[in-house]
């Protein structure tokens, strides 16, 4: 089992910036993919970065050039740095690990006013 507890979400204006992190506890020795997925209302979850085991990571092209995953192993932590905020990027994110199944957090609220 994993537990992923998220922080960081909040309010901002339009341009501002946030940083979401993700801590990761329990059976956490042999999780492949760590990441955040978004869930706006009345849309479908989507994944928005992936980061390997190995450092191979992915960005939907919707938050490229503008958003940056990073992950600690040492502390088992995996961050969203989130830049140049738009309106359209609120939502509730989620963290995802993916260890034989898909783990989630709680989710966070990030909300941005244009």
């Known amino acids: 089992q994993v537990q992923l507890v998220e922080s960081g979400g909040g309010l901002v204006q339009a341009g501002g910036s946030l940083r979401l992190s993700c801590v990761a506890t329990?059976?956490?020795?042999?999780?492949?993919?760590m990441g955040w997925y978004r869930q706006a209302p009345g849309n479908q979850r989507e994944l928005v970065a992936r980061?390997?085991?190995?450092?191979?990571?992915y960005y939907a092209d919707s938050v490229k050039g503008r958003f940056i995953i990073s992950r600690d192993n040492g502390r088992n932590t995996v961050y969203l740095q989130m830049n140049s905020l738009k309106a359209e990027d609120t939502a509730v994110y989620y963290c995802n690990a993916v260890q034989g199944t898909n783990y989630w957090g709680q989710g966070t609220q990030v909300t941005v006013s244009s």
């Open positions: 329990g059976s956490i020795f042999s999780i492949n993919f």
């Open positions: 980061i390997t085991s190995g450092g191979t990571i």
